[in-house]
């Protein structure tokens, strides 16, 4: 018999506030910053900003995670296991994962953790609970939420950060079945440790945060360019690694879910594939970049406007600052 972990479904949650490019390029223009050519590059018009006086990651992760429970008629005693994903949690500890749960109102014996590993977050998850489920018997259903608010640590005055960053949550239920030929398929991984140092949060370090002669700048995101002369190359390479071993190519796939930190760079590895665009949703536009949630928030709006259907292959890809990039293969 054969066992497979599907993407049951995915839903999405974002905040009220809407702030379009028009407040970013006139607040660097006072600093005599002119800020066009990023925005155009980075794919940038809105992005949604929470309250930081009633809004967190956590209260995010929620209602992300309540939303996909409606959307398959699901409650929190269905789930076995809930794994929280975010490089800006609200607590170190408890786990938010274990505040999920209680709002989802879950059952004793399910598994419940916080993972990080920065912006390739989700999928990471994504990918070890699929593998996780294959090997525990008693895991049926998991969720899988991100959450991340890069803007709340952005520094004003550094543009790529604070004029593209925008809040966000992504979730998604995995869901075990027998004799599909749907679901988990394949991942694989590229760790390059050069750019270590270049994005940091917070930049001071944990151990720092509390020394009086740290100042606010230096506790917020440190964001250094990043020489991606060989990151294209890279990311081609990774998938065509993944599609290689399944006896796959690009023509079979029908979305690449990519993180949403550069349209311009989604639009390279579009290019270098020779595939059509369509395939490579862009979802920064509308709600900025949303760190680990980004390439989910792009799947979702990729089976809303039915560019994916059920039995449609899918490439996830993203990248965590350090780096390591991760790219997974699913039959949706």
């Not at 002119?34 to 809004?55: C, F, T």
């Not at 274990?98 to 977050?121: F, P, Q, S, T, W």
């Not at 250094?224 to 294209?232: C, G, R, S, T």
């Amino acid at each position: 018999m054969t066992t497979s972990i599907t993407l049951k479904d995915v839903a999405i949650y974002h905040p009220d506030k809407v702030i379009n490019n028009d407040f970013y390029i006139n607040h660097f223009q006072e600093q005599g910053k002119d800020i066009h050519n990023l925005l155009q590059a980075l794919g940038r018009e809105n992005r949604y900003v929470a309250d930081y006086s009633k809004e967190n990651t956590l209260t995010m992760a929620i209602e992300a995670s309540k939303n996909v429970l409606n959307k398959v008629k699901y409650t929190g005693q269905d789930l076995d296991m809930i794994v929280f994903v975010s490089s800006t949690p609200e607590y170190f500890a408890p786990p938010s994962a274990v505040a999920i749960h209680r709002a989802l109102e879950g059952k004793e014996e399910a598994i419940v953790y916080d993972m990080n590993a920065a912006c390739v977050g989700m999928i990471v998850a994504v990918e070890q609970v699929s593998r996780s489920m294959l090997a525990n018997p008693h895991i049926h259903r998991a969720l899988v939420v991100a959450s991340e608010q890069l803007l709340r640590y952005a520094w004003e005055e550094e543009a790529v950060t604070y004029s593209s960053f925008g809040d966000g949550a992504s979730a998604v239920l995995l869901e075990k079945q027998e004799e599909t030929n749907q679901g988990f398929i394949d991942s694989a991984y590229k760790v390059n440790t050069e750019s270590i140092d270049k994005i940091i949060l917070p930049a001071c370090g944990v151990s720092n945060l509390k020394d009086q002669n740290i100042s606010d700048y230096e506790k917020r995101v440190k964001w250094e360019n990043v020489n991606n002369d060989n990151a294209f190359k890279s990311t081609v390479e990774l998938i065509e690694k993944l599609l290689n071993r399944n006896n796959l190519t690009t023509s079979d796939i029908q979305a690449f879910c990519f993180s949403q930190i550069s349209r311009k760079n989604i639009y390279k590895i579009q290019e270098m594939f020779n595939e059509d665009r369509k395939k490579f949703p862009v979802v920064g536009t509308k709600y900025g970049y949303t760190g680990s949630a980004s390439p989910f928030m792009a799947f979702e709006y990729a089976v809303r406007t039915e560019q994916v259907k059920k039995g449609d292959y899918v490439v996830f890809w993203s990248v965590g600052a350090g780096s390591s990039a991760s790219a997974m293969l699913f039959k949706y």
